[in-house]
């Protein structure tokens, strides 16, 4: 141990002397865990939420009965069913706004006294009392901590609905899951205006027995809500935020692994006296290693701190994009148990090893006299150079064999992370190969030692170098999807909402009062009944929507794909349906299959004639003609209108429907409104990919900064010789310049096309596969210029110290150089 001990010192020693590594090392361990740990924590803080709101009503399995049709239950069904043995217990689930609030809360009402037994509430156990209090009259409020804190409210208030309807007393529960308020099912039937009606009847698991009629025509079975839970939903949108994650990781762990490689370097003669005094090539490996670690845990430490932060500024808008995109609720506040803290410090601790691992290898497989031969490390780099591109070549290889062969988000991602895996290992070696082929022997003898000192320089300037690749790359990918996104988003939203306002009525006689209201307005030239269901096909939740024949929809709805022969006649005028892209991929439908719908009437069979695009939808969506609608579903009042009129009256019939009806601003939204919130949805849905996105190309500069910072340390021995032979400093200056600037340039132009393969990738594969629906390819020459810009400005603020450095650099220092022959 002592042996160990004191080659650890003298190994330790070395950062005192070098302190601008120790600080590439740090940054790069810092860097690696922050941005890779901020992105577990916003993960595991949605998947704890995802967690908490399926324990809602929790502790055994549980089977769900759920109307045919897609709509409510009455509640005699459930008395009856009750009557006959079956122990069923009831659950109302719907949406509403708190007055003076803009978030759309959850409401689900329950029974407790009728709950399968073993049930929890709210995740956990309950006293007789707490039921008591629940059920009561008065009845309690049950909501998250930290969603009351969120809305600003306190224990014990009764806050009004957007409709008018009071809550009970409010009381926080800490394993409530966010968003959600939960009630008694009376109360639930009153705050949603859905007197003596049920969304689903709940029951154990084991529970076996056929539905006895009429039930069985009215009812169906659901013993899995896996297609429902936002756990899967949402299992795309986590998979990008890691994927940008690790990509910051691998970025962050070629500045740790350069760092590493120029230490050894450095050390080679205190490697080899070290060995030359006894000490084994396994104790020497035990003291490199154990050094690792400290340095790992300290950087470590430092990177779990700063990724929590991280994770608190972005969870904001990464829980608006999950409820904008899924409408799944995530609590804005973190709650990170010790695993998480533990696990992260272990991640960078695995990092650092796995960086250093190549270092400490080629330090123990060089004989000991080769250790202080830098000709012997330049083989070995060759070497390993070689064997590098053999790896870039099988990892093209697995991504094309996951092109070819894969159809699933996770082939998908295989094929992204083997294209990268290419891309960075294989720059080195095309970097090289492309400067062979300049010419050295004619010409200039500068531009010949200009070209030669650019080979050299790259094996310590590779690592910083593909970082970079990577960090345009995806910065260009994301670029352009995202931007792509927001063209075709704009013109999508421009297309969808061209009526003037749309009006969604409280209940069915609402409805009828407003339809007779509205057609005395001279200033509405049109009013556009729609009818809408909400149902699932095939396990996967659907909204049917009706509308009548009108040039608002056969003029401003696109469509991806339809059938010859005006497919919008064929939807009016005979038994059709159109459907999104998502759902269409999904259920593997086509143009003319015939779509089975489970309707009030018996089932519905039509025959599909158009695909339309329906963004950002986490549910699948049809379009039928109303009247079809309305003979399958006699039951069906009209669930919105959507007016054609002067948008210059727009606001004041605004005001005289609210006057006349009560109705809020969630159930009168005008068009410019309505795009302003979905761009704002959109906006903040792609806020953190784009801020991870900034920060990945932040790192990549820093590790060139840091790559040149340290190379520049031993710059002067090649320098050195020019000096001597009449060349000035400036010119020193200018030609180090140019050489770090032709190497950022190459690499700048191979990360265009790969940023523009992994722009079709992102939209064309993992999008089809995460969302269901696809892309148009998009490419924005201003975009490539911003980047590009970016990329030379972050190469010229790397190189400003070190070329300031010799700038400084006295002719003495110069002359040392050659005294020394280094």
């Known amino acids: 141990m002592s042996v160990v001990y004191w080659t650890l010192s003298s190994l330790v020693s070395h950062w005192r002397k070098h302190p601008i590594q120790f600080f590439s090392l740090f940054t790069g361990l810092w860097l690696a865990t922050a941005l890779l740990t901020g992105v577990q924590a916003l993960n595991s803080q949605a998947k704890q939420s995802y967690s908490l709101a399926s324990q809602l009503i929790s502790g055994l399995p549980q089977a769900t009965l759920s109307a045919r049709n897609g709509g409510l239950i009455s509640q005699e069904s459930f008395v009856l069913l009750r009557r006959l043995g079956w122990p069923v217990s009831p659950v109302l689930q719907g949406s509403a706004i708190i007055q003076s609030q803009t978030r759309r809360l959850q409401i689900m009402g329950i029974e407790p006294v009728s709950l399968p037994e073993g049930s929890f509430i709210a995740g956990e156990p309950t006293d007789i009392q707490e039921l008591m209090d629940f059920i009561s009259p008065s009845g309690q409020t049950w909501i998250a901590s930290q969603t009351l804190r969120e809305l600003g409210l306190k224990t014990g208030e009764q806050p009004y609905l957007a409709n008018g309807q009071r809550l009970p007393p409010l009381v926080a529960k800490p394993r409530m899951a966010p968003g959600m308020l939960l009630v008694d099912i009376g109360v639930a039937q009153r705050l949603l205006e859905a007197p003596e009606q049920l969304s689903r009847l709940v029951l154990p698991a084991e529970f076996q027995a ?48 350069a760092a590493i490689g120029l230490a050894l370097e450095q050390r080679r003669p205190l490697l080899r006296t070290l060995r030359a005094s006894g000490v084994s090539v396994q104790r020497l490996l035990i003291a490199l290693t154990l050094e690792l670690s400290a340095l790992a845990l300290l950087g470590g430490l430092a990177g779990v701190v700063s990724g929590y932060v991280l994770a608190s500024l972005l969870l904001p808008d990464v829980a608006a994009s999950l409820r904008g995109l899924y409408g799944a609720e995530v609590s804005g506040e973190l709650t990170l148990t010790p695993t998480w803290w533990l696990g992260s410090l272990g991640l960078s601790l695995l990092g650092a090893l796995l960086a250093g691992a190549n270092s400490l290898w080629r330090a123990a497989r060089l004989p000991l006299l080769a250790l202080a031969n830098s000709e012997a490390w330049h083989q070995a780099h060759l070497a390993w150079l070689r064997r590098q591109a053999w790896v870039a070549a099988i990892a093209a290889s697995v991504a094309l064999l996951a092109w070819l062969t894969g159809a699933s988000l996770a082939t998908g991602f295989i094929m992204m992370g083997g294209l990268l895996l290419a891309a960075a290992l294989g720059l080195p070696v095309l970097l090289s190969s492309l400067l062979k082929l300049v010419p050295i022997s004619t010409g200039s003898p500068l531009l010949g030692w200009f070209v030669a000192d650019c080979r050299q320089q790259l094996p310590g300037l590779s690592l910083a170098l593909m970082a970079l690749l990577l960090a345009l790359a995806a910065n260009i990918g994301a670029g352009s999807m995202t931007e792509g996104f927001r063209h075709t988003f704009t013109v999508w939203l421009d297309q969808r909402l061209s009526a003037e306002l749309y009006i969604r009525p409280a209940n069915p006689d609402q409805a009828q009062a407003l339809s007779s209201w509205l ?54 005028n005979s038994n059709s349906l159109m459907l999104s892209e998502q759902l269409a991929r999904r259920m593997n439908i086509e143009l003319g299959d015939t779509v089975k719908l489970p309707a009030a009437q018996g089932a519905w069979l039509a025959k599909v004639v158009g695909i339309y695009a329906d963004y950002g939808n986490p549910r699948g969506h049809i379009l039928v003609n109303a009247k079809t609608m309305k003979a399958h579903w006699p039951n069906l009042s009209i669930s919105r209108y959507a007016l054609r009129m002067d948008p210059g009256s727009v606001a004041e019939l605004k005001q005289a429907i609210k006057t006349e009806f009560g109705l809020d601003d969630s159930r009168l939204v005008d068009q410019v409104q309505l795009k302003q919130w979905a761009t704002q949805v959109f906006e903040r849905t792609f806020s953190a990919t784009s801020a991870l996105n900034t920060l990945t190309l932040g790192v990549a500069g820093v590790a060139l900064f840091i790559a040149l910072l340290t190379q520049s340390q031993s710059r002067l021995g090649q320098l050195a010789p020019l000096w001597a032979m009449g060349v000035t400093r400036r010119q020193l200056m200018l030609l180090n310049l140019g050489q770090t600037w032709l190497l950022a340039l190459l690499t700048l132009l191979l990360a265009i096309p790969l940023g523009i393969l992994l722009a079709w990738c992102l939209v064309a594969v993992i999008n089809v596969q995460a969302f269901g629906w696809r892309l148009p390819l998009q490419i924005f020459p201003d975009q490539l210029l911003h980047l590009a810009g970016l990329a030379l400005l972050a190469t010229w603020l790397a190189s400003a110290w070190p070329l300031w450095t010799l700038w400084r650099s006295r002719p003495v220092d110069l002359l040392r150089v050659l005294s020394n022959d280094r």
Do not use: C, K
Request: hydrophobic share 40%; net charge negative; charged share 15%.
């Open 519 to 572: 057609s005395e307005h001279a200033e509405v030239d049109r009013i556009l009944p729609g009818l809408e269901l909400e149902t699932q096909l095939g396990g996967w939740p659907l909204t049917i929507a009706g509308v009548e024949d009108d040039p608002l929809y056969r003029n401003h709805w696109p469509l991806l794909d339809a059938l010859p022969d005006s497919p919008w006649n064929a939807l009016f």
């Open 210 to 257: 056929p539905l006895p009629s009429p039930w069985n025509e009215q009812l169906q079975w659901q013993h899995d809500n896996s297609e429902n839970d936002p756990g899967q939903l949402t299992e795309s949108f986590h998979l990008n935020l890691m994927a940008l994650g690790l990509l910051a990781f691998a970025v962050g762990l070629f500045i740790v692994h």
